[in-house]
């Protein structure tokens, strides 16, 4: 089971952290990734990293703005998000998977709206 929080309203150029906390059976090679999908759109990859790894990987349309990290003693993924733009509000959703920019498994998503 996965479950995000963190969402909210905030300011052009302002932050936001997101975490979701991954319960039930977790590998070492699973790989936590975060997606969102804007009004009208489709569902869009924004940032891997593995439980097992340090390395991330980026949507470059976020590049340099948005960090994703993990606690791997508390099973969750955070991704801190600064720098926010009228284009980043979307509502956002954490997935587990096996490959970079998939996932199988989805939590809740939860909004996030950048006012400008």
């Known amino acids: 089971q996965l479950q995000a929080f963190g969402g909210g309203l905030v300011q052009a150029g302002g932050s936001l952290r997101l975490s979701c906390a991954a319960s039930?059976?977790?590998?070492?090679?699973?790989?936590m990734s975060w997606f969102r999908q804007a009004p009208g759109k489709e569902r869009e990859f924004v940032a891997s990293?593995?439980?097992?790894?340090?390395?991330?990987y980026y949507a470059d349309s976020v590049k340099g703005r948005f960090t994703i990290s993990r606690d791997n003693a508390k099973n969750t993924v955070y991704l801190q998000m600064n720098n926010l733009k009228a284009e980043d509000t979307a509502v956002y959703y954490c997935?587990?998977?096996?490959?970079?920019?998939?996932?199988?498994?989805w939590g809740h998503g939860t909004l996030v709206t950048v006012s400008s």
């Open positions: 997935g587990q998977g096996t490959n970079i920019a998939e996932a199988t498994k």
């Open positions: 039930g059976r977790i590998f070492s090679s699973h790989v």
């Open positions: 990293i593995r439980w097992s790894s340090t390395r991330t």
